[in-house]
């Protein structure tokens, strides 16, 4: 086989003061011999590499470059053997390497390989070729794996009361519980301790709940919350979820390498495999990689350039990224495969937003914008509609005006509409499926709220500006037309509740120092919220309904976070949620039935509860009265024999005196007598 | 008529309650905690804190005796060598005292023989205040783990637990009606970082037995930190961090209130 024996260069001397020098060189001379090189089993170094280009004489210098830069990678090549028939190379080679560790590394990182459009390589170790060809004739049949039963992954849709869950993170982190939301008080549907080292967060349609260790992140779900799978990624701070629940891309700041891309990884939920690793500088924007709303694409931006990823291949969109010169920020519209991304002035060439269809990559509309400083991407939430926010210093003037170009994406050729503001914006949102939008703008204490509405025709009518407002945020209740007006941390948790059909304010109220506004996905309720990361007292959740009337206050121990579990999307068709909003009175009426009747339950369950502890409470003060009474001649020889047991036990003791003090005057002539 | 009085200062002080002259004084080693009557008023006891390298004592005098007095010289030391005591109170017929911890543990010594009689883990912080039930069967704990408990004297039993989401620095139990009322707050020092509002500290009070709370009375623009019942019950008087003692009478509805059973 060639192993040298390493024993036989070792004398033995039994001299005693040359044995010890002779001892030392020989243990020398082992650790030498040790690195003595070994021969190479010579077919454990081989690799087979198929769908080779089959080149002629000209081209196989070049041919035999490419392969090399390829390949060399992997070890030293120290024979190379390119097969020909009537004057072309057959279009498989072998590559012998220095060791055999080499030739794995060749096949695990070159198999697979995309050399261009028509060849992939196929790399295989010689000695499988051996294997494979060997392999018996009798079938046996592989060992079947337990299937893991995770049961209804849906469960908690199917809650008979349309109960919407929330996770609720407190004990500064260490507890974990999972709620479902009743208009009287929160039941708790799971909870654990130590259940996630830092927070939480949901897939978004709800399956799974993401917890992160320092090994890595863990997906739970199912009735029970039973652990789905595990992606190991040390010191992962950071995920996010495919649109499709298909892929979660998990960030550390520790496990990089120049070789072995680890810093952001992208895996495989069903499978538990990881699909593919990136480098990641910072991640100051997460999520650095942004999906389509299909899940079909996803992609991120780097200094000039703009790189698509297909899946699941997880290979480069037309195995090239864009050249973007200058772009500055993208996003992808939430309804189709657009993206929208903008570059900023270049010399004499205005600043851009432009929007690209995918895969075409084709350009559907091009705005340009003059003497801007600043934009923002805002999309409506089914795509309909995409607001770019332009902070531009118009010519001749110092300040900044904000200005929101309207694109209206639904239309032939995108038309774009301008919205011109006087003053400073603290925020902008869109209606969730509507085509209005509200922003925030002016400076504190003169703080506006405009509404706006987006008309077919084209027109952007304001419909309603509330002045003075408290407000440095907006929360669009998930189905439309409802939001609150909050004005978190700073402001002190004033809430604003607004129906945009009108706009009117429905309710005005205020959670002291409110750090968090979350609706429920179905938008009945609204939980403020004061988080202990941000406020160390009074951590509590509130819940609201959507009109602004506050149903409970929730204290937890040091509570962190809330938040609600996303719903799937509705199987319902639209005739069918025609017909259901059609035969709402018949609905309501059921429901009004049962609520009144878990109205009266509750209360008679809470009866029931203190009559029984009013109950245990008098018993035991009886036997403690009895006790009393049986020591009480104990107490009457400690004080001396007199009886202190009741306030008017001693009356004799008691002096009373009597004493008049002047109030009123009041002089009443009797008139004649 | 006497009135005995623990101070920082470092002494304990025996007062005629009437004339308001100081009858006896008695030094310590670091701050008089709390102090007490045992029931037949012959008997004393007060904490004083671990402070300066001493330790914390539970010590006992027995006025009839002049000597120990003039000697300084308690019949009955303990020491506690862990948690400090925080407040104690007298047992029904003068035979122990329950102590409450800096830790939140209540412990009965016996003031005879000094020994522990019972314990009690029930409160996660520091006890701030124990008060006692008119008749003395009961007590209340007010803790800084944000609940006040209520004990059965004698037996060490945890009765109750009234939760607050804040601090709680005193707790009493009223004379006459099944109501506990208890004040709190933030600490001193962390005041500032919470509400500026004024009048935004206020006493609560909860049913005994349902643990339920049913009223608060606002007032106080700082953390309160006694609350007390007049031994007829028709009142109640709170102290506070903002220097203002507030003496609230109950309106008639006060005593008619009742929760749906």
Same mark, same amino acid.
């Given at each position: 086989m ?7 260069e070792?004398p033995?001397n039994t001299?005693?003061?040359e044995?010890?020098? &002779?001892?030392? =060189?020989?243990?020398?001379?082992l650790d ?5 090189p ?7 170094s081989?690799v ?6 089959q080149?002629?004489p000209?081209?196989?210098e070049?041919?035999k470059n490419?392969?090399?830069k390829i390949?060399?990678?992997f ?5 190379e053997?390119?097969?020909e ?10 590559l ?15 198999d697979g390989?995309? =050399?261009?459009?028509q060849h992939?390589f196929?790399?295989n ?7 494979y060809m060997?392999i ?5 049949? %592989?060992?079947?794996?337990?299937f893991?039963?995770f049961g209804n ?5 199917e809650?008979?009361?349309?109960r ?9 982190g ?19 301790a ?5 927070y ?20 739970w779900?199912g009735?029970?919350?039973k652990?789905?799978q595990?992606? @190991?990624? *040390?010191?992962?701070?950071?995920i996010d979820?495919?649109p499709?629940e ?15 891309p680890q810093?952001?990884?992208i895996?495989?939920?069903?499978t ?5 690793g ?5 991640s ?5 990689f ?13 200094q000039?350039?703009?790189s698509?990823?297909e ?5 480069l969109l ?6 973007i ?11 189709d495969n657009?993206?929208a991304?903008w ?6 060439i205005p600043?851009?937003?432009?929007l690209?269809?995918?895969?075409s990559?084709?350009e559907i509309?091009v ?5 801007v ?6 999309? *409506? ?7 770019v ?7 001749g003037t110092q300040?900044?005006?904000t200005?929101?170009?309207i694109?209206?994406m639904?239309?032939?050729?995108? %038309?774009?509409?301008?919205v011109?503001?006087?003053?400073s914006i603290?925020a ?13 703008h002016?400076?504190s204490?003169?703080?506006?709220a ?7 025709n ?6 309603k500006m ?5 407000a ?10 409802f939001m609150?007006l ?15 059909s009108?706009?009117? /304010? ?6 002291? /120092?409110?750090?968090?506004v979350e ?7 609204v939980?403020?919220s004061? @988080?202990?990361?941000?406020?160390k007292?009074?951590n509590?959740?509130?819940?609201w309904?959507?009109q ?8 937890k121990?040091?509570f962190?976070? =809330?938040l609600w ?15 259901i ?11 009004e039935?049962?609520d009144?009747?878990?109205q009266?339950?509750?209360?008679k369950e ?6 029984a502890?009013?109950?245990?409470y ?7 009265q ?6 009480k001649?104990?107490?009457l020889e ?24 002047f ?11 | 008529?006497?009135?005995?009085t ?5 002494s304990?002080?025996?007062?005629d ?5 100081q009858?006896?004084?008695l030094n310590?080693?670091?701050a008089?905690r709390t ?9 004393i006891?007060?904490? &004083? ?7 914390c ?6 006025l009839r ?8 010289q308690?019949?009955l030391?303990?020491?506690?060598n862990d948690a ?10 003068g035979?122990?005292v329950?102590?409450?911890?800096e ?21 996660s912080?520091q ?7 008119v008749?003395?069967?009961?007590f ?11 004990f059965?004297s004698?037996s060490?039993?945890?009765i109750?637990?009234f ?9 009493a139990?009223s ?6 009322v ?5 600490e001193?020092?962390?005041v &500032?970082t ?12 909860f ?11 606002k ?5 309160i930190n ?11 008087s ?8 507030r ?6 509805q006060?005593?008619?209130?009742e929760?749906?059973a």
């Open positions: 060639g192993i040298v024996n390493e024993n036989t070792a033995v001299d005693q003061s044995s010890d020098v &002779t001892i030392i =060189l020989s243990e020398l001379l030498i011999l040790r690195e003595k070994q021969e190479a089993d010579g077919i454990d081989v087979v590499v198929d769908n080779v280009p080149v002629g000209e081209r196989l070049k041919l490419v392969i090399h390949f060399s990678k070890g030293k090549i120290t024979t053997f390119y097969p028939a009537d004057g072309m190379t057959k279009g498989y080679i072998f012998e390497y220095a060791a055999p560790t080499q030739a794995l590394e060749a096949v695990k990182n070159a390989y995309k =050399l261009d459009k992939t196929r790399v170790l010689f000695t499988d070729f051996d294997k060997t018996s004739d009798e079938w046996e049949t %592989p060992e079947k794996q337990p893991k039963d992954m849906r469960h908690w849709i809650d008979p009361d349309c919407d869950q929330y996770s609720v993170i407190y004990e500064a260490e507890r974990t519980a999972i709620f479902s939301n009743d208009a009287k008080e929160p039941i708790t549907a799971e909870e654990r130590r259940w996630t080292e830092t939480v967060r949901w897939s978004p349609k709800g399956t799974y709940l993401a917890t992160f260790h320092q090994r890595g992140i863990a997906l779900g009735e029970k919350f652990q789905i595990r992606f @190991s990624h *040390q010191g992962v701070s950071l979820f495919s499709c298909r892929y979660v891309v998990t960030f550390s700041p520790l496990m990089d390498t120049k070789e072995d810093a952001i990884i895996w495989d939920i069903l538990g495999q990881k699909k593919r990136f480098h990641c500088e910072s100051a924007h997460w999520p650095i942004k999906w389509s709303h299909d899940g079909k694409f996803f992609a991120r931006m780097t000039d350039t703009l698509i990823y899946t699941p291949s997880m290979g037309d195995k090239k990224s864009l050249k010169s200058g772009i500055k920020d993208f996003s992808w519209s939430p309804g657009i993206i991304f570059v900023p002035e270049d010399k004499d600043a851009r937003v432009t690209m269809q995918l895969p990559r084709q509309r705005r340009n914008l003059f003497n400083v600043d934009c923002k991407l805002h999309w *409506q939430r089914n795509g309909d509609y995409l607001c926010k332009v902070d531009r210093t118009p010519k300040g900044v005006v200005n929101f170009e694109f209206r639904r239309e032939k050729q995108v %038309p774009v509409d301008v011109e503001m006087k003053d603290i902008f949102a869109w209606e969730p499926n509507g085509s209005k939008f509200a922003v925030l002016g400076e204490p003169r703080i506006n405009s509404f706006y509405h987006v008309k077919n084209g027109k952007i009518e304001l419909i509330f002045d003075k407002q408290q440095n945020s907006i929360f669009w209740s998930p189905q439309g037309q609150v909050a004005g978190l941390r700073s402001m002190n948790g004033a809430l604003a509740f607004v129906d945009t009108d706009c009117t /304010m429905m309710n005005i109220a205020e959670h002291y /120092m409110a750090s968090d609706w429920d996905p179905t938008g009945r309720y939980v403020t004061v @988080s202990w990361w941000s406020h007292v009074d509590a959740y509130w819940l309904t959507f602004g009337r506050l149903l409970q206050k929730n204290n121990d040091r962190c976070q =809330l579990r996303p719903r799937p999307p509705t199987l319902l068709s639209t005739d069918q949620i025609k017909m909003k059609k035969d709402l009175k018949k609905y309501s009426k059921i429901f039935q049962k009144r009747l878990s009266s339950k509750a209360s809470l009866v029931d509860k203190r009559r502890m009013m109950e245990e008098r018993r035991y003060r009886e036997t403690a009895q006790i009393y009474q049986e020591q001649s104990i107490r400690l004080r001396g024999g007199v009886d202190t047991d009741e306030l008017d036990s001693n009356v004799d003791d008691w002096e009373e005196e009597t004493i008049e003090f109030i009123n005057e009041e002089i009443i002539p009797l008139g004649d007598l | 008529m006497n009135v005995l623990g101070s920082a200062d470092n304990c002080r025996l007062w309650c009437e004339t308001g002259k009858l006896a004084l310590t080693n670091s008089v102090c007490g009557f045992d029931f037949s008023g012959n008997i006891m007060f904490s &004083t804190d671990k402070q300066m390298g001493y330790q004592y539970l010590n006992f005098f027995d005796d002049p000597q120990q007095i003039e000697d300084n308690p019949y030391s303990i020491p506690c400090k005591i925080t407040s104690a109170v007298w047992g029904p017929l035979e122990f329950n102590a409450g911890h830790n939140g543990e209540i412990n009965q010594f016996s003031a005879k023989s000094g020994e522990i009689l019972k314990k009690a883990k029930e409160h912080r006890i701030n205040d124990i008060q006692t039930s008749d003395l069967t009961m209340i704990s007010a803790s800084k783990d944000n609940t006040a408990k209520l059965d004698t060490l039993e945890h109750k637990t939760k607050t989401e804040r601090p709680v620095n005193s707790a139990i004379p006459i009606m099944d109501h506990v208890m004040g709190g707050g933030q001193a020092m962390e &500032t919470t509400s500026t509002r004024i009048g935004k500290f206020e006493a609560r009070f049913h005994a037995a349902y643990e339920e709370e049913f009223g608060r009375v007032g106080h623009f700082g953390p006694c609350v007390a019942f007049h031994p007829d019950g028709k009142s109640y709170s102290g506070g961090e903002d220097g203002y003692v003496i609230h009478y109950f309106d008639p006060y005593f008619d209130f929760l749906e």
